[in-house]
């Protein structure tokens, strides 16, 4: 039988689902007035419906167990952990994007989830580097598995602030994970980067610029922690997969880290809401969410090369994408510095 056919058209139902499911939630969030309502920190100027997020959620975990049971290669464990998980972050952002939820009581569960997911999949063991030298991280290994997942799925919903940037870059890095678990040998991985594309896809033809419905903590938390937990699970066969992981959602790891890093240094509560990611300052100096959201989607084009450069084992040509991704960051901040200036020369 060819496998093809039914990957294309476990895509096909994931993208029109997700986006039948994000319109039924964009027209009871407006009846039931689930609006995201501008203040001075939003990039938006009108009350927008919020929560389509909820739509992926649902679409890739229905989906992923279908897949799961008709496919035996599946990893039911991990299966099992990552739905758990997954529930339970979906769920207390989701209860966040219908009334507010303390940040603690967010970052509780974030990391109770985290637990579960480690639980049913492992943790981080050892961190692969070219030229084969592998980095063992010994009882590190699972303090830091649990900041890497509970730090990228707040850093993920840090980052969705603008019309398209958190869909454009969940379909470049779903497209990443689904061509990484097919060349590692990985189907679980790979079907579950395809569904996350596809359903981001379908959420995607109502958030593009301009956003009919935004995604909501629901969505981005959960892209976040799927991302993260995706890193986890593909490193217990190859530790090059860490940093493979980090590379397909590079542009997001290194705005909030390089953000976090400059408000700590500044004495603020970075617990905070403020409008101080390079993302957000983009739009500042006057580009558009369509501008921001394209450039960020082209960062993390060069995250996918970067990550397959990797996993294929092509050391030289890692290195040198290293290299490229290293002095595109420097140039986005540099650019970002100098658009500042220019509207505030005397400054």
Not at 244 to 268: H, K, M, N, S, Y
Request: net charge positive; proline share 4%; charged share 10%.
């Amino acid at each position: 039988m060819n496998i093809m056919f039914p990957l294309g058209a476990l895509a096909l139902t994931a993208v029109a689902a997700s986006y039948l499911g994000v319109a039924i939630i964009r027209r009871w969030a407006g009846r039931a007035r689930m609006l995201d309502v501008p203040n001075e920190r939003s990039s938006h100027t009108r009350p927008t419906p919020r929560g389509g997020g909820l739509a992926i959620v649902v679409v890739v975990l229905v989906l992923a167990w279908f897949a799961a049971l008709s496919n035996s290669a599946f990893l039911w464990r991990a299966m099992a952990a990552l739905t758990f998980g997954a529930l339970l972050i979906a769920g207390v952002s989701w209860w966040d994007d219908m009334r507010p939820v303390s940040f603690w009581v967010r970052l509780l569960v974030h990391a109770l989830g985290a637990c579960v997911a480690v639980a049913g999949i492992g943790i981080i063991r050892e961190i692969g580097i070219p030229f084969g030298m592998d980095l063992p991280l010994g009882w590190l290994g699972f303090p830091l598995t649990l900041v890497w997942m509970v730090g990228l799925t707040n850093a993920y919903n840090f980052m969705d602030g603008i019309d398209g940037i958190a869909g454009g870059q969940a379909v470049v890095a779903g497209v990443g994970w689904a061509i990484l678990g097919w060349i590692g040998g990985q189907p679980f991985v790979g079907v579950m980067g395809l569904l996350i594309t596809a359903a981001s896809l379908g959420f995607l033809g109502h958030n593009w610029p301009p956003a009919r419905i935004f995604m909501g903590d629901v969505g981005s938390a959960f892209l976040g922690f799927s991302f993260a937990a995706l890193t986890v699970l593909a490193s217990q066969s190859d530790p090059v997969f860490v940093l493979a992981g980090i590379a397909l959602i590079w542009p997001f790891v290194f705005d909030a880290v390089f953000t976090f890093a400059r408000r700590l240094c500044r004495g603020e509560k970075v617990w905070v809401a403020h409008r101080s990611h390079i993302y957000q300052r983009l739009i500042v100096s006057g580009l558009s969410h369509a501008q921001v959201s394209g450039l960020y989607i082209g960062l993390a084009m060069l995250g996918l090369v970067w990550a397959v450069t990797l996993v294929q084992g092509w050391s030289y040509m890692a290195v040198t994408m290293t290299i490229i991704v290293l002095m595109a960051a420097l140039s986005l901040w540099a650019w970002t510095c100098q658009r500042e200036r220019s509207m505030h020369p005397l400054k």
